[in-house]
């Protein structure tokens, strides 16, 4: 059974960064497609990015574009997730799930979880 | 991108109620659409997906119907345990998008 574990709440200030790390267990890293959702207070949910395994390449949503960089240690099966230049919007709990391909091309779905990572950004 | 649409934003309802969440989106997403299930403090939940395949495990009181740009989730009986946000998912397009999410309350 794959679990994902996430590091625990962080409290920044406006401008700075952060990084969230999500720990694969019951499985490895690399047989796995790693993406982040975030949700911030009384909003929904928002898909940030993850890894395409169609281009190799992780992709984001063009409103994060060049502020968050997503990387994997394969060797200790950990997916990060690091937002910069970070404002008072995205405090969020922030999620990494992983998607499961029930077809071919982008029919997937997003099977396991973590547990959510609190991010508060405040002065 | 993608815009999708999902309506209503919330609803009361009671055990035993017959509930339809309907997604719309800007332009045709076949059936790459999924459902989620979302609680407070908790992990999203996966409901159905392919538009209308439930799930192992789900429920069977849950449902999905739809193609195109109009597509549905009902609960054919509402249950204390279903009190929860919905999220309507597409990944007809290389970039996957969320509903806005329907609030279910009790009534």
């Known amino acids: 059974q794959v679990q994902l574990v996430q590091s625990g709440a962080e409290l920044r200030k406006p401008g700075a960064s952060v990084k969230v790390s999500c720990k694969v267990s019951g499985y490895t890293l690399t047989g796995l497609f790693m993406h982040w959702v975030r949700q911030a207070p009384g909003k929904g949910l928002e898909w940030m990015g993850g890894?395409?395994?169609?281009?190799?390449?992780?992709i984001y949503a063009q409103k994060f574009q060049g502020r968050v960089i997503m990387t994997e240690d394969t060797s200790a099966d950990t997916a990060s997730m690091e937002l910069s230049r970070l404002r008072s919007e995205d405090t969020a709990v922030y999620y990494c799930?992983?998607?499961?391909?029930?077809?071919?091309?982008?029919?997937?779905?997003?099977?396991?979880w973590g547990h959510g990572t609190l991010v508060t950004v405040s002065s | 991108d993608i815009q999708m649409t999902q309506s209503p934003s919330s609803l009361s309802a009671s055990v035993g109620d017959r509930v339809t969440i309907t997604c719309r989106t800007n332009q045709s997403i076949s059936t790459y659409l999924n459902w989620y299930q979302h609680k407070p403090g908790k992990a999203p939940k996966l409901l159905i997906y392919?538009?209308?395949s439930l799930q192992s495990g789900v429920p069977s009181r849950f449902s999905g119907s739809g193609s195109g740009t109009a597509l549905t989730l009902t609960i054919s009986s509402l249950q204390p345990e279903d009190f929860a946000t919905y999220y309507c998912q597409q990944t007809y397009s290389t970039l996957p998008t969320f509903g806005g999410g329907t609030k279910v309350e009790i009534k």
């Open positions: 392919a538009a209308s």
């Open positions: 890894f395409d395994p169609e281009d190799g390449e992780t």
């Open positions: 799930a992983t998607i499961h391909y029930y077809g071919s091309g982008s029919q997937y779905y997003f099977d396991y």
